[in-house]
Structure formats: structure tokens, C-alpha cells
């Protein structure tokens, strides 16, 4: 390789955040039609070393070389004129424009005066066309599924003519259809001579689609390496400095009696079609019951339905005999439901809230957090000190804003906040990983059975079918809204439920 193919460098580039070196004099570089994937643990600085290159933030130190040029990147209008694109971790679209409107924001085409959307749509579908992604330019984004949405960011980029498209976290949210679907546009991209940087948690993508990795921890560039020259063990280790267990440890573990009951229960979805059909299991104290299942079967609403953020259209839901269908989650709360929701931004946090005070959130106004109507800070922030260490929260102090938190650390604050809380009966855990590296994983997974081990009932929902299968005393599957197998987890086989999952004619094993 010669520097010519190198169209990305960064250069020593150094980034201080109050109380975090967030880059620290680190060196990168990309190389023309390559996928380098960029590994590293929850808080790393992978998001930051991205928006440093994009514009969002300007470095302390450094410098940025396209095609071999020295670049001033001041904000996102330089970095797209010097042609790079960025997907974010969170997505930055707008649900009630259509993928056209999207995809002009802020770069808007007008004739005599109003919005040209007829050239707009016809240069979307050319590259729609070109890349074999497959968007259509007058679809809401708000009615599309998560995986198109992401090829809508990615025609965005691609609209603008980028040559470097930084994909950050972009399989945290698909399904494993759309994952591959997605490395199949990467290869589309790279093969005409686009550059990727590719951020994941998951080390078996990585091995699959990089060229080559580059791993990163608390700041600094610890190494890059081939893929064929490295295996998923090394991966962990290089991000997280010690050895990773990669399998969970559980013993066998009686269970007690039935803690959730879920009888004939039904929902719909924000279009009003029914996505849950008359659901009926039991998840009893001391096990976990999982729920395997493609994204997009119901679970969402099951799950939201199961906790109070959607009313059911019929069925009943009872904890510990106690009636709780249709109440909110305060109710649910209080009669020991502990939540980890699927959308961390939406359901979770308060992002301009401190740590310590999302660390309370469902707690607050009771002792030891509240006396006589008045805040206790001192217990506050106690809890939180106490809960960043055992979870390893990667934050200056408890009381920074949870929105400044890299995103895998705003997920250990729910963790943290739901997996503590006092009399808890019933966990309902919902893509609790979601974003994680593999120790925090490691970690929850574990904290995950010592729940179970101490009698409480887990609900796990999960897209990955690793998890599902490590954790589950037995397994549903969800398919098209209806729970359409159960069964004990030792006895089942990847093969088997990759078919239910499928859709694969059944009959309802019951365990
Ligand atoms: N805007 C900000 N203000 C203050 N601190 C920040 C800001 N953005 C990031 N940080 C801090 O910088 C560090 C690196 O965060 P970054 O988001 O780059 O991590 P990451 O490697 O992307 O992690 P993750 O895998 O969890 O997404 C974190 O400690 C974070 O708290
Ligand atoms: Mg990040």
C-alpha cells in the first residue's frame, strides 16, 4: 500500500472533554475502497474520534488529511464538502418527513422558490439504484422499519457525494437479515471505491466484513490489525484489557411459583394494526423466560404493553395476583416491576438530567431519596457513586448530564437503575445489551442471574439469539404477533428455532 490509497488520515489528534480525555493523540487512517472497523469498550472515544473527523466537535490538537491534502474541518459543512458522510448511533431523522425531505434537509434543492422534490426524488432513486438499496423517496420515514431508515441516512451521505461514509453502530438495531443486507451495500459501496469506517460491539461481524481493525481504549489507538490474523478472544481482550468470559455461567435453579401471568393478551401497534395477538405464557420466580424472535413481530408492543407504556386492546396481565393490566408504569413500579426499555433515549432517560437523578428516576420521591417532600442529595448521590463502580459507568462524576454519557454508558445507567432497585419481582428486560461491549455484557449477564438465582422473575426480550439461548430457562418464540413455541432451553437446537423464528409450520412445544 502506498500513501496515495490513504483518502482519510487523522493525525495526533487530541480531545479533552470536562473530566475525560476523550482522544488522546491518536492516529487513524483509511484507506480508498477498504472497511476498517473500529472496536473499542462502552466510552472508548469511537463516537468522538467519528465527530471529530464530521465536524460535530473541534479537536484540541491535530490535523485531518483528505487525499493526502491537510483539511479545516469546522463543522459538518466542511467535512461533506470535503466528502465525508456520517451515520449516527442515534439516528438524526425526521419521522414526519417523507425519505425525500429527509434526505434535502439541509441541503435543499428549490425552483422559483419552493422545494424542488421531483429532481430530488429522481436523484434518490439513482442512487437507490445504483447501491441496491432499494428506498422509496415519498415513504414517511416514521412508518419505515429501522433497517430501511438507516439506508435512508446512508443515501443521505451518499446524496451529498461522500467518498468516506463513517457507519457508527449501524447492526445494534437490525435484524440479522438486515445486517447482511447491509454488508452486502457496504461491499456495493467499497467495490465502486467508497471508503467505510465501521464502529460494532460485535466481534463476529467484524472478523467477517473488516479489512482490516483498529481497537481503541480510554482514548488511545491500542492497536490495528488483520482480521486474519486475530480471533474473536484477542479482539476482546485488546478492548478490554483482561481476559473475557465469552460464555454466561449458570447453574440450575428451581423455580418457584408463577410471578407474571400474560392471559389472551393483545395490542396495536402506532399504525392500529394489531401486532400482538392473544398472547398467553407465565414466567414464574427464578427463571428467565426469553423471548426469541425477528424484530418486528411484536415484541416491541408486547413488551410496552407487559409495562405500561401502551394499553392493551384486550387480554389481562397479572404480577404476583395483583391486576395490572392497563396501568401505568408508576403502578407497575410500585408493585415491583423493574423496566430496561428497548429505546434508551425514548424510554429510559432523561438526557439533560444528571447521572445520579436518572439513577433514581422511579424512586425519587420516596425514602432514602425523598424525606417530607424533600430531595435527599447526599443519598442520591450515594446511590450513584455506588452504582458506577459495580457497573462500570465510564463518567467523570454522577453529576454530569446522562446525555453527554457515550451511548453503550447511558445504557449501564438503566442497568444500573433497574437491576437495583429495591423489591423487584419481575425484571422485563428488553435488548438489555443493546449497544454494550463485550465486558459490560459479561457483566449484566451475570448481575441477570443473580436476579433469577434470588427468586425473581425475568422476561427477557431479545434479537439476539445468543443471549436468549445463554440466559433462558426456556425459550418462547414470537412470530407474527402470537408466542408460537415454548420450550426448555437445554433442549433447544440454534436449527430449531431459527425455523419457528422463520415462521416454520409448528407445534407449540410446551415445556
Ligand atoms: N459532548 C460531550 N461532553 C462531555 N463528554 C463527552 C461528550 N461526548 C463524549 N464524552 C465523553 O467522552 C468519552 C468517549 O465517549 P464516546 O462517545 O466517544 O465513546 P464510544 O467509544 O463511542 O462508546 P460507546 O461504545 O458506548 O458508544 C466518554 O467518557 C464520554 O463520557
Ligand atoms: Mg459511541
Known amino acids: 500500500m502506498t500513501e496515495a490509497n490513504i483518502v482519510l488520515e487523522a493525525k495526533n489528534i487530541t480531545k479533552q472533554f470536562p473530566g475525560v480525555l476523550a482522544s488522546d493523540n491518536v492516529n487513524f487512517d483509511l484507506r480508498k475502497g477498504e472497511i476498517h472497523a473500529l472496536l473499542g469498550e462502552n466510552g472508548a472515544g469511537k463516537s468522538t474520534l467519528m465527530n471529530l473527523i464530521y465536524g460535530l466537535h473541534l479537536p484540541d490538537k491535530g490535523e485531518i488529511f483528505v487525499n493526502g491534502k491537510p483539511i479545516e474541518i469546522k463543522s459538518p459543512n466542511d467535512s461533506i464538502a470535503a466528502g465525508i458522510g456520517m451515520v449516527h448511533q442515534h439516528f438524526m431523522l425526521i419521522p414526519v418527513f417523507t425519505v425525500a425531505e429527509n434526505v434535502m434537509l439541509g441541503d435543499e434543492v428549490t425552483k ?21 438499496l432499494d428506498v422509496d423517496p415519498n415513504a414517511l420515514v416514521g412508518d419505515l422499519p429501522v433497517g430501511l431508515q438507516q439506508r435512508v441516512e446512508i443515501v443521505k451521505t451518499l446524496y451529498r457525494n461522500a467518498e468516506i461514509v463513517i457507519l457508527d453502530e449501524p447492526t445494534a438495531v437490525l435484524t440479522p437479515q438486515e445486517a447482511e443486507d447491509l454488508f452486502r451495500i457496504m461491499r456495493d459501496l467499497t467495490a465502486r471505491g467508497v471508503s467505510i469506517i465501521f464502529i460494532t460491539h460485535k466481534l463476529k461481524e467484524v472478523l467477517a466484513v473488516a479489512d482490516r481493525i483498529t481497537v481503541m481504549r480510554a482514548g488511545r489507538v491500542i492497536n490495528t490489525v488483520q482480521p486474519s490474523e486475530t480471533n474473536e478472544a484477542q479482539l476482546a481482550n485488546m478492548m478490554v484489557g483482561r481476559q473475557v468470559i465469552l460464555t454466561v455461567e449458570k ?6 411459583g408463577d ?28 427463571e428467565v423466560l426469553g423471548i426469541a424472535g425477528v424484530q418486528g413481530n411484536g415484541q416491541t408492543e408486547l413488551s410496552e404493553a407487559l409495562t405500561g407504556l401502551r394499553a392493551p386492546t384486550g387480554g389481562k396481565v397479572t404480577m404476583d395476583g395483583i391486576d395490572l393490566t392497563g396501568k401505568s408504569p408508576r403502578v407497575m413500579t410500585e408493585a415491583g416491576l423493574a423496566h430496561i426499555p428497548e429505546d434508551r433515549q425514548r424510554h429510559g432517560l432523561v438526557l439533560s438530567y444528571s447521572v445520579a437523578d436518572n439513577m433514581a428516576l422511579c424512586d425519587y420521591y420516596r425514602p432514602p431519596f425523598s424525606s417530607r417532600g424533600v430531595i ?29 454519557l457515550s451511548g453503550g454508558n447511558q445504557q449501564k445507567v438503566i442497568v444500573a437503575r433497574e437491576l437495583s432497585r429495591h423489591n423487584v419481582k419481575l425484571v422485563i428486560a428488553n435488548q438489555p445489551t443493546r449497544g454494550l461491549d463485550v465486558g459490560s455484557i459479561e457483566y449484566i449477564h451475570s448481575e441477570i442471574i443473580k436476579m433469577r438465582d434470588r427468586g425473581v422473575a425475568v422476561l427477557l426480550i431479545s434479537a439476539e439469539l445468543d443471549e436468549v439461548m445463554a440466559l433462558s430457562d426456556r425459550i418462547a418464540v414470537m412470530y407474527r404477533g402470537q408466542i408460537v413455541a415454548v420450550v426448555d432451553s437445554k433442549k433447544a437446537t440454534r436449527e430449531q428455532l431459527g425455523l419457528w423464528m422463520a415462521g416454520a409450520h409448528v407445534e407449540a412445544a410446551q415445556a
Open 376 to 404: 435527599q442529595q447526599k443519598a442520591l448521590d450515594e446511590n450513584a457513586r455506588k452504582l458506577i463502580d459495580a457497573f462500570d459507568v465510564r463518567t467523570p462524576s454522577p453529576f454530569v448530564n446522562a446525555g453527554k
Open 259 to 286: 410471578i407474571l401471568k400474560v392471559e389472551g393478551l393483545s395490542a396495536r401497534d402506532q399504525r392500529d394494526l394489531e401486532t400482538v395477538h392473544n398472547v398467553s405464557f407465565t414466567v414464574r420466580g427464578g
Open 112 to 132: 422559483r422558490g419552493s422545494l424542488d422534490r421531483v429532481t430530488v426524488a429522481a436523484k434518490i432513486n439513482e442512487i437507490s439504484k445504483q447501491y441496491g
Open 251 to 256: 447453574k440450575d435453579h428451581a423455580a418457584s
